[in-house]
């Protein structure tokens, strides 16, 4: 059996410039909007008035309340194949 030589392609990773380019100015506008800057300015109050302990996140309840929660759980949830512990 003949042996192919292994070749790399040479267009990989070619056309992403312009795709980063295009990603980075749609989220400047999206987080720019008020409604974006608002949810920020909550986060950060929250997070000012109750600092989450070393290794917690802060996580949205069903509710809308902002509570501690480990990092890994908070993480973890709803993305399938993760650890739910």
Do not use: I
């Amino acid at each position: 059996m003949k042996k192919v030589p292994q070749r790399r392609n040479k267009l990989a990773g070619k056309g992403k410039e312009k795709a980063s380019e295009a990603k980075k100015k749609y989220d400047s506008e999206y987080h720019s909007t008020p409604e974006r800057k608002k949810y920020r300015a909550e986060l950060n109050q929250a997070n000012r008035t109750n600092p989450s302990p070393k290794g917690h996140d802060k996580s949205h309840t069903k509710d809308g309340r902002l509570v501690n929660e480990k990092a890994k759980t908070n993480r973890a949830r709803n993305k399938p194949g993760r650890s739910k512990k």
